[in-house]
């Protein structure tokens, strides 16, 4: 046994029996790598073909294109003579340029990753060092932590360490925070089971180092592309600027040429990614046993989701200048919040989604059904405990990691004073979920809609909420659609007949069902408005401020809907000088929109603590945002349009639930659930999110 280790890790340690029966990587999988490798290199050099191609034709006819007008005579000629042959060679020399530019283009820098010490953590490293043994593996030199549900094996120095066994495993930290010991060490194991590929890891890092170039060049953009944007578009001369813009039409076809060569090694190299994977899973399901490790597979995509709900969070807290100090831990909370039959459906469709032509990783069934050739047992057999054992203090390295996170990855100014306890934000999402409950028995479906109502009234309707508010949601899904083709129809996009006519039917129908929803809202609303004091006071004020600016909240959404469905056509219509004026002009309406919400909500004061006293609702809505955009700005008009529609529709949401809640406590009993349908049944009261922003 180990010296210096509790009882329970020598436990561990002993838990391994011996080590797994090599996986053997076949000679015709082998050879297909070593074809795939020798083709994305090629690709490469079919580029610089082209490059050098037309970099001969450019200089030949930098040399000897005037000789193809000498025969030209008169003055006017000459110099008519003269711009057909300088507006080929300006073109030429920009494309070259452009064409080159690739080549040498460097890869940003990473941010630096956040390194376990093994002084601090020595069982970490016992138990990866016996697990490389188990699996025969090299040793990794380093160990990092992130706060991603994923882990991963890498060179330690990219193509420097391939000579050795230079390597890096990168933990993600959410793994260890929402597994078991037996589940992560079947994680680990498959990462391991990379490190034993020995040349075939190596072919597969040539592989995606060449596709991450081709992804590089493609996509990135730098300030010469926007120099020459800027230019083609300036009031310089009409000849100019027709130079300058057949130069960016050739840059174009150059990137066409890139983006092909790029799908087609990324089309070769994903096909034997997905083997790579199959024979990683071989080494996990060797090691811990078919159940853990197909277990652990059937898991992702819950931890997935707790993952996605806990950056949720964190945007909702963020606009308070407050963020959790421990992302893996809120991350693990958000598991335990999702409803058991939510859980269900969620691995369900892990289990039902199919691998695309271009996917890295095999489908989830595929890879639980490779393993039905491997041994039910493993030869690791350790107890089901958290894995977080493996860590002498995994909540101080949790916290370490997730500050690196906010910083690094997620680019937040985050100080230490922006930090409060995760079970503080845990114990407030656990609140908000009992005001949803609450919410839920007072006004059934109705607080889920996107139609905003002050609690004031008498006595309405009552009826079947559920179906209201999807009448709700399909009145506003029509709305935004015509809306969209409308506005591409004006810049050209689509052609049709004119659908003003349909427009207006669509608005008027959705004027019909929030008539209704009001109605329906008002029968409940005698019991909102009971609660006294000034609580219940400030947050009734807020609702009724918020239900009469729910024609501007309308517009703002419709326009970044329009907005976006327009973007989707930027890449593919920057020469189409229509369809740019008529996106420069939504964009300015865009950007009213977003200024007149927030005057609007300026005399409203914000109802809930926020680290900056008396902040108006206005300020609120786009309180993390340095500056307002200017008329051109699209990434910042997008960005403001959404951030405000986000927090407008959570402060609804959360001043109706609270004023639920208030409402509740001052009966002397609950409420009965509304929303009874005619048949006798009752609505269900499981709780859902606040709507979606980007729906309709």
């Not at 993952?307 to 909702?316: F, P």
């Not at 680019?411 to 609450?438: C, D, F, H, I, Y």
């Not at 179906?467 to 050209?492: C, H, Q, T």
């Amino acid at each position: 046994m180990s010296a210096g280790f509790t009882a329970q890790e020598q436990q561990i340690l002993a838990s391994f029996s011996g080590n797994i029966s090599p996986v053997r990587v076949s000679f015709g999988y082998g050879l297909a790598l070593m074809l795939v490798a020798l083709l994305m290199v090629l690709l490469p050099l079919i580029y610089l073909g082209i490059v050098g191609s037309v970099s001969w034709l450019w200089w030949w006819y930098a040399v000897h294109g005037l000789d193809l007008f000498g025969s030209v005579q008169g003055r006017n000629a000459s110099k008519g003579m003269l711009l057909l042959y300088v507006g080929p060679l300006v073109i030429g020399g920009i494309l070259v340029l452009f064409m080159f530019k690739p080549i040498f283009a460097r890869a940003p820098k990473g941010a630096r990753p956040l390194s376990v010490d093994e002084r601090r953590d020595p069982f970490l490293f016992a138990f990866v060092r016996r697990l490389c043994t188990a699996v025969g593996a090299p040793e990794p030199r380093r160990i990092d932590i992130t706060c991603e549900v994923n882990a991963s094996a890498s060179f330690r120095r990219g193509a420097w360490s391939m000579l050795g066994n230079d390597l890096v495993l990168t933990i993600g930290l959410p793994l260890v925070a929402g597994q078991n010991l037996r589940q992560f060490t079947g994680v680990l194991a498959h990462e391991f089971g990379h490190f034993a590929q020995g040349w075939a890891m190596r072919a597969n890092y040539l592989i995606r180092t060449v596709n991450h170039w081709f992804a590089r060049v493609v996509y990135q953009r730098d300030r010469m592309d926007e120099w020459l944007v800027e230019m083609a578009n300036s009031d310089l001369h009409f000849a100019i600027n027709l130079i300058l813009h057949a130069a960016r039409f050739f840059v174009w076809l150059t990137r066409g040429v890139l983006y092909l060569l790029m799908m087609i090694g990324h089309l070769m190299s994903s096909l034997l990614s997905r083997q790579m994977e199959f024979d990683a899973d071989r080494h996990a399901f060797r090691l811990v046993g078919r159940d853990p490790f197909a277990s652990a597979l059937r898991e992702l995509p819950v931890l997935g989701a707790a993952e996605s709900g806990a950056h949720h969070d964190l945007r909702t807290a963020w606009q308070e200048k407050r963020l959790a100090d421990d992302l893996p831990r809120l991350i693990s909370a958000n598991i335990v919040q999702i409803p058991d039959e939510v859980r269900t459906r969620i691995v369900s469709e892990g289990l039902g989604h199919s691998a695309g032509m271009y996917a890295s990783h095999p489908a989830t069934r595929d890879r639980i059904a490779a393993a039905a050739h491997e041994p039910v047992g493993g030869v690791f057999s350790g107890p089901e405990i958290p894995a977080q054992v493996l860590f002498r203090d995994f909540p101080e390295m949790c916290r370490a990691a997730t500050l690196t996170w906010y910083r690094d990855e997620a680019g937040l100014p985050v100080q230490k004073e922006n930090l409060v306890s995760t079970s503080e934000m845990v114990a407030t999402s656990e609140r908000e979920a009992a005001l949803a409950r609450t919410a839920e028995r007072l006004l059934g479906k109705l607080w889920h809609g996107m139609t905003f109502f002050a609690p004031v009234g008498s006595a309405g309707e009552s009826g079947n909420h559920g179906a209201l508010i999807k009448d709700a949601e399909s009145a506003e899904e029509a709305v935004i659609d015509l809306k969209r083709r409308k506005a591409l129809m004006a810049a050209g996009v689509v052609l049709g007949k004119d659908e003003g006519k349909g427009l207006q039917a669509a608005q008027e129908r959705r004027t019909l069902v929030r008539g209704r929803i009001a109605r329906a809202a008002a029968a409940v609303m005698p019991r909102l408005a009971a609660p006294q004091g000034e609580e219940a006071d400030r947050l009734r004020t807020c609702l009724a401020h918020l239900a009469s600016v729910q024609e501007r909240v309308d517009g703002l959404r419709e326009g970044f809907l329009v907005l976006a469905a327009e973007l989707e056509h930027l890449q593919t219509r920057q020469q189409d000088q229509t369809f740019i004026e008529h996106l420069k002009w939504d964009l300015r309406e865009q950007r009213k929109h977003l200024l007149a919400l927030r005057e609007a909500c300026l005399t409203q004061r914000y109802p809930f603590d926020h680290r900056q006293a008396d902040i108006t609702l206005g300020d609120f809505l786009v309180a993390t945002m340095t500056a307002m955009p200017a008329d051109d700005d699209i990434g910042g008009i997008m960005e403001g349009s959404q951030l405000a529609l986000r927090n407008i529709y959570a402060t609804h949401a959360r001043a109706l639930t609270q004023l639920a809640a208030l409402a509740e406590s001052t009966a002397a009993l609950p409420v009965p659930m509304p929303g009874k349908a005619i048949d006798g049944r009752t609505g269900s009261s499981t709780p859902t999110a606040a709507p979606m922003v980007l729906g309709g």
